[in-house]
């Protein structure tokens, strides 16, 4: 018997060496007319002060269904559904992966812990990429607008918040370079900006913030099962609070950085698994910041 899986394995991964397609490896390729692919990207953030006194902790679980498909080798469009779970908590008894509870409790204080649990679906993204230089194949741009669903998403009297109450648009700037066969660099730079709404344009109380990150990825292919990267991401942010009446605009700088290590499985020569773990390095001196992140992608090219 083991012997027979052995051999199963010896044959398939010979099929995906004969046959894997390089587009889901390289972010800034597009899928041909008719191709697509159907992604599920789970990311789980966690915040704690990491004080003894408070013992605040603050966590996000956003789990994105994304679904992209090839109206040309020029232009790619998509859809984006975004669902989220949140956990803020202070006290003495804090769970891990609190969020992974998806609980609706509004805000609390059973003498041990104090904050508040939410979860629902937040938004609706549109997406579309394009490749606009035919000299520059390795090159391409996306854009996404996202759409929020749901009431009070930036929190009530009675709840805390889930996500942006106004439009975000995120526009990605990628390219890839092959270094060598088995050795690959990704560049990534964006301009996002989030929660655009009244505040923006200082019609009404709120907060608004854009930002410029900059990520670079170093991947290495042993062969066409596996995949290593390391990665580190650059992001300076900038967060404006406004005032309506009289207007007033109080602007802070609230950079970010990270860094971290991922690694994909070719499951099958269609289904791509991936698991990325990052740390931030630029918090406050106490905090400590952490994402666990597992996607899987199913992709048929033309």
Do not use: C
Not at 199 to 206: L, S
């Amino acid at each position: 018997m083991k012997l027979r899986s052995i051999l199963f394995f010896l044959l398939l991964a010979g099929h995906l060496l004969a046959q894997r397609d390089d587009l889901p490896y390289l972010p800034s390729k597009l899928y041909d007319t008719g191709g697509y692919e159907i992604h599920l990207f789970n990311n789980y953030f966690t915040w704690s002060d990491g004080a003894p006194k408070t013992n605040y902790k603050y966590d996000f679980f956003t789990s994105n269904l994304q679904f992209l498909y090839g109206i040309s080798t020029k232009l790619n469009v998509g859809l984006d559904v975004k669902l989220r779970s949140v956990s803020q908590t202070s006290g003495t008894d804090i769970p891990a992966f609190e969020a992974l509870q998806w609980k609706n409790t509004g805000k609390y204080d059973d003498g041990l812990t104090k904050g508040y649990r939410r979860s629902g679906v937040t938004a609706l993204g549109l997406r579309w990429k394009i490749a606009p230089f035919e000299n520059v194949p390795n090159f391409s741009i996306q854009q996404t607008v996202y759409i929020p669903l749901g009431k009070e998403l930036e929190g009530s009297a009675t709840n805390g918040f889930i996500d942006w109450g106004g439009y975000s648009f995120f526009t990605q700037l990628y390219y890839d370079h092959s270094v060598t066969s088995k050795v690959s660099l990704f560049v990534e730079s964006d301009l996002i900006i989030e929660n655009i709404g009244k505040a923006m344009f200082g019609q009404e109380d709120g907060y608004y913030q854009m930002s410029t990150p900059v990520s670079v990825i170093l991947s290495y292919f042993p062969n066409p099962l596996h995949t290593f990267y390391g990665l580190i991401n650059v992001a300076p942010q900038w967060g404006t609070t406004v005032k309506a009446d009289p207007l007033m605009r109080t602007p802070a700088y609230t950079p970010f950085n990270q860094y971290g290590v991922g690694y994909k499985y070719a499951i099958t020569r269609r289904i791509l698994a991936e698991v990325i773990w990052t740390r931030f390095f630029n918090p406050s001196a106490q905090a400590r910041i952490y994402t666990y992140n597992f996607g899987i992608r199913y992709f048929v090219n033309g």
